[in-house]
């Protein structure tokens, strides 16, 4: 997985992209279905600011104002390791 901070920011948003390709159907399903799946890993969520989750023929794309839930940690317990994350981008 490769991951991007920046050095400075007062923003606490975070996004990500992931090829689809490099997934299987059940990591896909538990992405759109994080809110109630991570729960089965021990991953906390707070419903104040879900992600907002997009999908094309080719990638998943996910972002969120205010990172409550650690998608990059749900990620590695799916064995998701090719995502690339921006926080506060």
Request: aromatic share 14%.
């Amino acid at each position: 997985m490769k991951i991007r901070t920046s050095l400075v920011s007062n923003s606490s948003s975070a996004s990500f992209i992931v090829d689809k390709h490099l997934l299987s159907q059940d990591q896909i399903d538990a992405i759109f279905n994080y809110k109630e799946e991570s729960k089965d890993y021990g991953i906390p969520y707070a419903d104040t600011d879900p992600w907002g989750l997009e999908e094309d023929d080719r990638f998943i794309t996910g972002f969120t104002s205010l990172d409550n839930f650690d998608m990059q940690e749900y990620f590695t317990v799916l064995g998701i390791l090719t995502a690339k994350f921006d926080d506060n981008h």
